[in-house]
């Protein structure tokens, strides 16, 4: 079954404009490719009928990775301890050399966790991940894939739902507040 999902500005492709080292990484030492990550605030969810308690606003790091023209979004908190994703790293998931997926690393502990289904590789955590769209002037979704060039003025937009409620397991964001 197709959910539909309701979406949320999520800046223009010129935020998310990846940094040249100034001194190129030695290739041998380093196999992960440059990303760019921004941090984004969705609306505080409205409170159950009847609760004092405001519900948190939920933080997303959104990723992008120019090589394959393609960008995730995830639950800034890492369900371990609470490490912050955005300060995290994106790695490749390979076996033998294939490419199979994308994870993002938590800085704390290192743990990682795909991008698109959210399973975790070292516990049954779940993370929360969402939709990324990439919008033209005319408001059509352009496709994201490798060699695609977007123009630095179409905009970004994520899912205030996650995307992979569907996924069982654990879950957990601390309130929302990182671990430092
Ligand atoms: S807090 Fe993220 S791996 Fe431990």
């Known amino acids: 079954m197709t959910r539909s999902l309701t979406y949320?500005?999520?800046?223009?492709?010129?935020?998310?404009?990846?940094?040249?080292?100034?001194?190129?990484?030695?290739?041998?030492?380093?196999?992960?490719?440059?990303?760019?990550?921004?941090?984004?605030?969705?609306?505080?969810?409205?409170?159950?009928?009847g609760s004092l308690v405001p519900l948190p606003a939920k933080k997303l790091a959104v990723f992008f990775r120019p090589d394959m023209g393609k960008f995730w979004a995830v639950n800034n908190i890492c369900p371990h301890q609470g490490g912050s994703f955005a300060k995290g790293s994106l790695i490749d998931i390979e076996d033998f050399g294939i490419k199979w997926g994308v994870a993002v690393v938590c800085p704390l502990h290192s743990w990682s966790f795909h991008a698109d289904n959210?399973?975790?590789?070292?516990?049954?955590?779940?993370?929360?991940?969402?939709?990324?769209?990439?919008?033209?002037?005319?408001?059509?979704?352009?496709?994201?894939?490798?060699?695609?060039?977007?123009?630095?003025?179409?905009?970004?937009?994520?899912?205030?739902?996650?995307?992979?409620?569907?996924?069982?397991?654990?879950?957990?964001?601390?309130?929302?507040?990182?671990?430092?």
């Open 8 to 49: 949320f500005p999520a800046g223009r492709v010129s935020d998310y404009a990846v940094d040249t080292p100034a001194t190129p990484t030695d290739p041998a030492q380093d196999d992960s490719e440059p990303f760019a990550c921004k941090l984004i605030t969705l609306p505080a969810p409205e409170p159950s009928p």
């Open 118 to 180: 959210g399973e975790c590789d070292r516990s049954r955590f779940v993370l929360d991940t969402h939709d990324v769209r990439v919008l033209s002037a005319d408001g059509t979704t352009v496709e994201q894939k490798a060699g695609v060039i977007f123009s630095p003025d179409m905009s970004v937009e994520v899912s205030i739902e996650p995307k992979n409620k569907d996924v069982p397991g654990p879950r957990r964001d601390f309130g929302g507040v990182p671990l430092e």
